[in-house]
């Protein structure tokens, strides 16, 4: 049976691949916006780094969790409504962050806030394969991009709102049940994902060997994303004494440079060495944010952003390549080792980032993403080059 007959019409098929595309773009937007505003959980209820960390790894231990039952989840609900019942509870979470009595309650509606937001991660990139597979062409990296689209339109938007003085409490509920109507409306027009008596038994592959490297690569790559989009914006307004609402324009520009990078990452990886693409993407990385923690001056800092969001833009999508490519393995299992260790690292690495910064300085800890950058450009000599 052919691909669009099993899961849909063609005209069904650009719908959802349309409203796919709107529900990345949504996830960046909420990200964005829970991003900007990580100072007002710090303000609100007066944290130091250490304990605005715990905040953090709660989140990140909710959404680790997550990727343990999400398949079952998925597999039993379906990716929409999945997704849509994720909706719900992320908006809840968030429009609540800052009305909490202390802060037990907040790591535990954080501990919620990740595990919504993994399986709904799940959910829609799921519904991306499932829409490669009847459209007959790949579009997960289009996908992606829209969510750094997403996040830089959030970041700008959260901007505005806090130069215009709308309080933050006002700003997380609105967006949340903006985000949550968006989500609620887009999913219905979702292809159904395979139901476990139709789609062959997913085997665990235990990374080793190349696959290791890979994954720890991509450990590192993710890990460096997961410190600018959590920590940048406290960063510009602490170290670099930048007002909150133009340290939240670092964050955009992070954002949007990513999302320009990503659109042209397809062709450039047909045209160079991935290789060489990806030393050429931890040199402007690490250089790039080197630059920032050195100089601490508004504007430059906000331009050395933009440039560590383009290095950091391509570096997965070369690992996952990669992986995909490594003899012994299905590419389906491989990337799939390879990503987990990956997502570990954007929910792991950001907490660390405030442990290091209670013993050191917020600037000191930054540099870990000059290290993981530093990590990638010399490493990539280990990746395996795709078939000429």
């Known amino acids: 049976m052919h691909a669009a007959e099993h899961h849909g019409t063609p005209a069904q098929i650009r719908r959802a691949i349309w409203a796919t595309r709107g529900l990345f773009t949504v996830l960046g937007v909420f990200s964005a916006v829970w991003g900007v505003h990580i100072p007002s959980v710090k303000r609100q209820y007066d944290l130091g780094e250490a304990a605005l960390s715990l905040v953090l790894v709660a989140a990140a231990l909710g959404a680790i969790a ?145 696959l290791l490297i890979m994954g720890l690569l991509t450990f590192a790559g993710m890990s460096a994303e997961g410190v600018m989009f959590d920590w940048c914006v406290l960063y510009l307004q602490q170290e670099v004494r930048m007002p909150h609402e133009l340290a939240a324009l670092g964050y955009s520009a992070c954002a949007g440079a990513m999302a320009v990078m990503r659109f042209a990452a397809d062709r450039l990886r047909a045209r160079h060495s991935e290789q060489r693409l990806l030393q050429v993407s931890g040199t402007i990385t690490a250089v790039s944010m080197a630059v920032v923690l050195i100089v601490g001056q508004p504007w430059v800092a906000i331009v050395g952003c933009g440039l560590v969001g383009a290095g950091l833009a391509m570096i997965v999508p070369i690992l996952y390549g990669a992986a995909s490519r490594v003899p012994g393995t299905t590419p389906a299992a491989a990337i799939a080792a390879v990503s987990s260790i990956g997502y570990a690292g954007f929910m792991v690495g950001p907490p660390l980032i405030g442990v290091i910064a209670q013993h050191a300085s917020l600037t000191a800890a930054m540099a870990v993403v000059v290290v993981a950058a530093t990590i990638l450009a010399l490493s990539a000599r280990y990746v395996p080059e795709k078939a000429a």
């Open 66 to 210: 997550a990727l343990f039952f999400a398949g079952r989840v998925i597999g039993r609900l379906g990716a929409r409504n999945a997704a849509a019942a994720c909706a719900v509870v992320m908006a809840a979470m968030l429009s609540m962050v800052l009305h909490w009595p202390g802060l037990p309650w907040v790591l535990a509606s954080m501990l919620v806030f990740g595990a919504s937001l993994s399986v709904y991660d799940v959910a829609i990139n799921t519904e991306g394969s499932v829409l490669e597979t009847a459209g007959g062409r790949p579009i997960m990296g289009s996908l992606h991009g829209m969510f750094s689209v997403g996040a830089m339109g959030g970041a700008a938007l959260a901007s505005g709102l806090l130069r215009a003085g709308v309080p933050a409490t006002w700003q997380l509920s609105v967006v949340a049940v903006l985000v949550a109507l968006c989500i609620l409306v887009g999913s219905r027009w979702m292809l159904p994902t395979p139901t476990p008596s139709t789609q062959p038994k997913v085997h665990f592959t235990w990374p080793r060997g190349a």
